[in-house]
Each structure stands twice: as C-alpha cells, then as structure tokens.
C-alpha cells in the first residue's frame, strides 16, 4: 500500500501500539522533555527575577500545568493532529493543506508567507534547541562537581561536535536506544519529583487552575513577565505535530498523556515543592537538587543523553523541513544522503548539518550559560505557536468547516493564550530574542527570494518558448534522426526546452527518440506508483511526459523511467542521453523584483545542487547545454 493510500492515524505502521508509544518518547519528546532542566529555574532566577514565595511557586506550577493542557493536549494532540497531510504534520505539510484547498488568492498568497515565516523561525530553534538543551544538562556538572564548573562550556561545545560528526551515519543504530534512555529519563524525573512531594504533599494542590489565577490578580505584571519563563515548559509542542508522520496519531498522543505529562509535572512540582522548603539554597539548580549528593553525577549523565536526543531530534527535523522546502519550491537543490535502505525519512543533508553545527557552537560561546540562552529560545518557539493558530483558524473555518459557535470561542482561547506567551517573549529580544527573530528574517528573505526568482525565471522562459507542434513539424523532417533517446529535462510541461533548440542549432541532429520529461512535487506527502507518470505521444518520434512526486518522496527519474512500458520501447540507460539547460542570469530592464533579491537569487541558483546529482541521473550520460534569461 502507498503511503498516501494509509490510514492516516496509523499511516502504515503495523507494529505494536506500545512499541511505536516507546519509539515516539524517544523521538517526539525530547526538547519538551528536558525542559526541566531550566525552565522551573528560569522563572524565579532569570531576567525578570520572580519573588520566592508559596503564592508565586504555586501559581507558576499551574501555569505550567495549564499550558500543557491547553497549548500541547488540547490545540496540538486534540485537534492540530487531526489535520495531517495525508498523514504527514509540520508547517510545511499544514501549510501545503491549507494553501491547496483556499481558493482565493489574496488569502492563499498571506497564507503561504505565514507558513514560510513559521518554517523561518524554525530554523532558529534548531540552533538554539541543541545549545540549549545540552548546557543545560552539562551544568549539572557545577552542581554535583563544582571543581568542574568551568569545563561546562568546553564539553557542551566537545559533545555538540561529536553530535553533528555523527550525523552523515544516520541515526537508525543510535536511535533504537532513544526510547528506552527517555523512558530511563523519564522515569528518573518522576521518581525524583515524587520524593520531593512527599515531602511537601500540598503542592499537588497547585494544579487547580484558580493558583495561576490568584497569581495574575496578585501581581499582574510579574505574572506577565512570568510566562515568558513559563513557555519553556511546552517547548517542543510542535514536534509533536511534525513527527506524526513517523508515528502517526495515536502512539504519540498515548505517551503523551499516560506517560510524559504525568513525568513532568510530577518533576515540576517536586521543583516547586523543594523550593518551598529550601527557598534560595536551592535555586540554583533545582532539577539537580532534586537528586541527593550522591546520584547527582549519575543523573548529569541521564539529563546529558536525554539533551543529546533532544537536540538530535531537531537536527533530524531541520533535514526533513529542508526536504520538504526544496520539493515545494522554496530552496535550491541542495546535496541529500539517503542513510537507511529501510526508512526513506532518515536523511543527511551536509550543508545544512554542518550550518547548524557552526551556528550552535557560536550559541555556546557567546552566551555561555543555559539561562542566558532561554531569553533567546521563547521567541521562535512562541512565533511559531502563534503562526499555527492562524493556520489552524483557515483549517477549522474553510477545510472543516465548523460552526462559529465552536470554533470561535476556541480559536479566541488559542490566540489569547499563544499571544500573551509571544507577548512576554518580546520583552526579552534586547537579552537574546533578537537572534531567532534575526535568523528567521534572513531564512524567510532567502525562501521567498527563491520562490519569487524561480516563478519569474519559468514565466520568462515559457513566454520565450516556441509551440512544440510547430517545432515538430518544422525540426522533425529537416534534421538528420540518430538512434537512440534524448530526454530534455525542462521546468515547464509546454514548449520547446531551450536545451532541445541549443541541441538543434549546435549538433544539427535529433534522436529516434525524443522525450521532453518534467518533474512536478505534489502538495501531497505522497504520490502513489499508479499516479507518477503522464505521458503523451506528440508523433514523430517525440514524447510529453510528467513525473510526479510527492513533496516527501525522492525524485529518482531513472527508477521511475524504467516503469514506462507506453513510450515505444523500454528505456534503457546506456541508449538514452540526458540534456539539460543550465540558466544564467541577466539584469532586466524592468526586473520583477528588485535588484538586491535578484542578485540573491542568481547566487542561490549559481550555487544549488545539480539537476544531474538532485535527479540521481547517470554521470556519462548527462549532456549540459547553457542558456541565458531575463528575469
């Protein structure tokens, strides 16, 4: 069965629910499940200082816990789930969803920039999530080991190089230990929490939502600059919608609601419970503190592993948005390893890898500390949230068309609530919000530059093409025929390629066989084999075919030729040559976007990845012919 054929609340898997429930805590959790690492002390020890008392502690834990139940249970498990792309999830396939079914261009074109701007910030938390993540595990290290206290930095930046440097491997061996070291991790956690409430079992107390309410009446402000603290607690909320399409539905929203909310907030307020009794002692590192002298090593290196998964899964996400991204037009060809014969997801991409590594790196040594770091986190986590209400408000209204009467008062919650977290966050750019905001504005300058240039490079070249009727009828009797296959790879399923016409003019032949091949990505995850190729018999020897694919899947031409059996005969590779055009850009007279972008564009396209290597063609028989356009 083809992927866009499957259920998509199971999408394809057969294995055991638990089994996929354990494989997805070790995937789909990890950046929201070490949040406990710095989010509880960030709130009382961070930039806007919160006072230490009972009122506060316990407002803070309800807060927390109320976040999760809005934000992650109810808008991201309940009902964003339900809106899969054919059982995929993320910006791109939600964007890919919504944009396909809204008829109006006005709409559809503010859409899509909400969707590239959510992916935007993206990229600047897959920056700072690794960072982040990992100095705050290694801090644990000051803690259980002061003498060690000033090698924090140095082995954060050590384990973020043997991360990335492991990337080009693939992840497929490392990851079937990724469930079980959560579910170690996990389990640690709530045992710790439990211990501490014991102890203080009033805390429990805290989860009634009337203590996050009295906070707000108590001290309004500092509640607000609060939940710029408190956000960190649902970090990650979003890979829960991304990663459906490993998993699907169901495994994930059981580990989340029997197994991973229960661990947190039994650590978040066994946090809160140990601050009620040791007050300042213990802030500075209450998760550790948790733990008695003794096993606080043992846990530096469980919070350590826990971090190094976190940060994994984002790296793994960055090469699956950045697949996504190229397939639908928004980025140029870039070099992608395929590292499981088993699992078509489990890409590599080195550029992106070693961007990331560079940028992460630069994190760790300029802002030194997990607790400066999160004044840069919340912004793109909280850009992000807010971004896919908007998205979700055309899904609710256009693709399942409630009624107002639900949806409004929900969509109200969702903006209330995701607006105050980006709210509160924007109080902190000057402290280090800048950087993902800075990051998402030049990913989302690059994206869009892309899309533009290719649209108007497309539009020139077909206005420019001559009618492939008259070309045949023309070309077809007065050129001289060899044996054998030429496929013209062109962007456009009209006209004539302007690699044919250079063909023509330079060698003055034509092959017995002529193919003007076009690969289209689908706005779909998949495309079934029935549904990937449409071909057309012009006469004279010559073909229209279109290969499509979804923007999920690999773009292997050959593969996909060999399936063809309604082209005359059967292609085979060493009696079939492929032409391709390499375009080089010209200024304009009146340029269709301006001359800054245009120059981007033709630096993009100067350096993208080759048709030959992006199409998996064979090296000996590629022939590149260049042309020149005006965009």
Same mark, same amino acid.
């Not at 898997?13 to 002390?41: C, M, N």
């Not at 008062?409 to 105050?420: E, M, N, R």
């Given at each position: ?14 294995? %055991? ?36 008392? #009972? ?11 109320? =976040? ?65 993540? !990992? ?27 043997? @991360?990335?440097?492991?990337?080009? $491997?693939?992840?497929?061996?490392? $990851? ?38 009295? &906070? ?10 609060? +939940?710029? =603290? ?71 290196? !469980? ?15 960055? &090469? =699956? ?7 639908? $037009? ?38 030194? #500390? ?17 971004? *896919? ?13 409630? %009624? ?40 989302? #300058?690059? +994206? ?25 009828? =023309? ?18 399923? *009209? ?22 091949? #076009? ?18 018999? @012009? ?14 899947? *690999?773009? *292997? ?10 082209? $005359? ?15 080089? @850009? ?12 245009? %120059? ?32």
């Amino acid at each position: 069965m083809e992927p866009a054929d499957r259920p998509a609340g199971h999408h394809g898997h057969e294995q %055991k629910l638990w089994k996929l429930a354990v494989a997805a805590i070790g995937v789909v959790f990890g950046d929201i499940g070490t949040s406990p690492l710095y989010a509880f002390r960030e709130t009382f020890a961070g930039h806007h200082q919160l006072t230490l008392d #009972t009122a506060h502690i316990m407002g803070v834990i309800s807060l927390m816990f109320w =976040s999760m139940m809005i934000v992650v249970t109810l808008k991201y498990v309940t009902i964003i789930m339900r809106a899969d792309n054919k059982g995929e999830g993320g910006s791109l396939a939600l964007l890919a969803l919504v944009s396909g079914r809204t008829k109006s261009k006005r709409w559809t074109r503010g859409i899509i920039l909400l969707g590239v701007f959510a992916t935007a910030l993206f990229y600047g938390d897959s920056m700072i999530t690794p960072a982040v993540s !990992v100095l705050g595990a290694v801090e644990g290290l000051a803690v259980a080991a002061p003498a060690f206290g000033n090698l924090v930095v140095p082995i954060a930046v050590v384990i973020l190089i043997g @991360l990335f440097s492991i990337q080009k $491997g693939g992840t497929s061996r490392v $990851g079937a230990f990724f469930g079980p070291i959560m579910l170690l991790y996990f389990g640690v956690i709530a045992v710790l929490g439990i211990i501490s409430i014991v102890q203080t079992p009033w805390v429990l107390w805290a989860l009634l939502p009337n203590h996050a309410i009295e &906070f707000f009446l108590i001290s309004p402000l500092q509640a607000f600059f609060a +939940l710029g =603290s408190v956000v960190l607690a649902v970090t990650g909320a979003e890979a829960l919608y991304a990663d459906m399409g490993h998993f699907g539905r169901q495994p994930i929203r059981i580990s989340w609601l029997w197994f991973v909310v229960p661990a947190l907030m039994c650590n978040y307020m066994g946090q809160g419970a140990l601050l009620i009794r040791d007050g300042v002692l213990a802030l500075e590192s209450p998760f550790y503190l948790l733990a008695p002298a003794n096993l606080q090593l043992p846990l530096v290196l !469980v919070a350590t592993a826990a971090a190094i998964i976190a940060s994994q899964a984002v790296i793994s996400g960055a &090469f =699956s948005v950045t697949q996504q991204a190229i397939q639908l $037009g928004f980025i140029p060809r870039l070099r992608i390893d395929h590292t499981s014969a088993a699992t078509a997801g489990q890409i590599y991409i080195p550029l992106v890898n070693w961007l990331l590594m560079t940028m992460v790196i630069l994190l760790v040594l300029f802002f030194q #500390t997990s607790s400066n770091l999160t004044s840069a986190y919340g912004i793109a986590v909280t850009g992000a949230m807010l971004i *896919d209400t908007c998205l979700l408000g055309v899904v609710l209204f256009r693709l399942w068309g409630w %009624k107002k009467r639900y949806a409004i008062p929900l969509l109200t919650l969702f903006f209330i609530v995701d607006g105050a977290y980006f709210a509160a966050n924007t109080t902190k750019i000057p402290d280090g919000g800048w950087f993902p905001l800075l990051v998402g504005f030049i990913v989302f #300058t690059m +994206l869009t530059t892309w899309a533009k240039g290719r649209k108007l490079m497309i539009e020139r070249m077909r206005e420019a093409a001559m009618p492939i009727k008259i070309f045949i009828q =023309s070309a077809a009797n007065s050129a001289s025929r060899v044996p054998g296959t030429a496929v013209f790879m062109t962007s456009s399923p *009209d006209g004539v390629p302007h690699a044919l016409l250079h063909n023509l003019k330079h060698n003055k032949v034509l092959h017995e066989r002529v193919v003007l091949l #076009t690969v289209k990505i689908s706005d779909a995850p998949f495309v079934p084999d029935t549904d990937r190729i449409k071909q057309e018999d @012009l006469g004279q020897g010559f073909h229209r075919m279109v290969i499509r694919y979804g923007f999920m899947q *690999d773009a *292997d031409v050959p593969a996909a030729l060999k399936q063809v059996h309604t082209c $005359g005969e059967e292609f085979k590779m060493m009696d079939t040559s492929f032409f391709l055009a390499r375009q080089t @850009l010209l200024p304009a007279e009146r340029p269709g976007m301006m001359i800054w972008r245009e %120059k981007i564009f033709a630096w993009m396209l100067r350096n993208a990845e080759s048709a030959m290597e992006f199409f998996r063609l064979p090296t000996n028989r590629v022939v590149e012919l260049g042309s020149q356009v005006e965009i």
